[in-house]
């Protein structure tokens, strides 16, 4: 079956579907919808939080209601069901979290349409995006695989995007003409990843140590000879915007982080090399994101959450909270 028998000659006749409904999910489907596209986006955390299933279940019920709310303001309505989703999609771009890369894929394919496209821009390493593109392919769709590689909310759908396997050269003038800023890394699947795993070694592993080098500079009352002589070292960084960038995007998306960077230590086992960095990053992000579960920086929502301009006032609470902690396990 050619490509044309399913798929829409006009790339804004084509119906999109979305697989996750987070940051990543949200921003595309109000650019793609912006366009005239029908979009069609599932999220799993509404399913967890039916069947009571979600951490930090305290605040799933307003996350569930912000999914909705933000669905309902688009013009666009949130599917129960993945297959939903691909029975009616001839583009299915995959924004999960790391963890549920594979886990998506698994749900998705038997669904999918002959010789649709898969796009999934999730954070996973080589070997988890050659697991995924198998169970895709296989089912008769057609696998792309995508690595985001910088932040997305300042670019939306301009986000500079590297793109991997035998069909990506096949979906890229589509995706140029649909404003995507993407380029083909290699008709190789892994390749993609692998940059941007490599990458986030440096950029998730820098959010890491910027939080615990500050945090404890701050704890022994150092913290303006630490930023004045990583200004001396590193002069082209504005260092306190940078901190509390870090801080901010850190107490927002740490839990997305840490499975990212569980991601990038499969990355690096998978080159031969002890990923203790990457390792050691995850777990900073993690209990980071326990923290925000438990409320320590306020609540998830809220104005204000995670947009302090001031590190310190996000360091100051992470230190009261680990001084209380220390008290009540004496």
């Known amino acids: 079956m050619t490509a044309l028998a399913t798929v829409p000659e006009q790339p804004q006749q084509w119906r999109v579907g979305l697989i996750g409904y987070g940051e990543v999910g949200r921003i595309l489907a109000e650019d793609l919808r ?5 979009v069609s986006p599932y999220d799993s955390k509404l399913a967890a939080v039916s069947a009571g299933q979600l951490a930090g279940a305290h605040s799933a019920p307003s996350a569930a209601q912000a999914m909705h709310q933000h669905a309902q303001g688009i013009g666009v309505a ?16 995959c924004a999960v979290t790391a963890s549920q890369t594979l886990a998506a894929a698994k749900a998705c394919a038997p669904h999918l349409l002959p010789q649709a ?25 057609r696998y792309v695989e995508a690595a985001v590689m910088t932040s997305l909310p ?3 759908i301009q986000v ?8 990506a050269a096949a979906l890229l003038p589509v995706l140029h003409q649909l404003g995507f800023k993407a380029k083909i890394a290699s008709e190789q699947i892994g390749v993609a990843s692998a940059t941007k795993m490599s990458r986030s070694i440096m950029v998730k592993g820098m959010e890491a140590m910027v939080i615990e080098s500050l945090t404890t500079a701050r704890h022994y009352g150092v913290e303006d000879a630490v ?6 070292t590193f002069p082209g960084i504005d260092w306190e915007k940078q901190a509390a960038y870090f801080f901010q995007r850190v107490i927002e998306h740490g839990r997305r982080r840490s499975e990212e960077m569980r991601e990038v230590a499969l990355t690096v ?31 998830r929502g809220e104005t204000g959450f995670a947009r302090s301009a001031d590190w310190r006032d996000e360091a100051d609470r992470l230190l009261h909270w680990h001084s209380e902690n220390k008290k009540q396990t004496l």
């Not at 949130?78 to 771009?93: G, K, N």
Request: aromatic share 6%; glycine share 10%; with cysteine.
């Open 117 to 141: 496209f898969f796009l999934d821009v999730n954070s996973a390493s080589p070997g988890t995006k050659l697991a995924a593109a198998a169970l895709i392919d296989n089912a008769g769709a």
């Open 227 to 232: 930023i004045a002589s990583l200004y001396e």
């Open 78 to 93: 949130l599917q129960d069901t993945p297959a939903q989703v691909c029975a009616h999609s001839d583009l299915v771009i």
């Open 269 to 299: 086992q998978e080159a031969g090399l002890t990923p203790w960095l990457a390792q050691g990053s995850a777990e900073r992000q993690a209990h980071m994101a326990d923290l925000v579960d438990a409320g320590v920086f306020g609540t």
């Open 34 to 38: 912006a366009q005239g596209l029908q």
């Open 154 to 156: 300042p670019h939306r």
């Open 160 to 167: 500079p995007m590297l793109l991997g396997g035998a069909h």
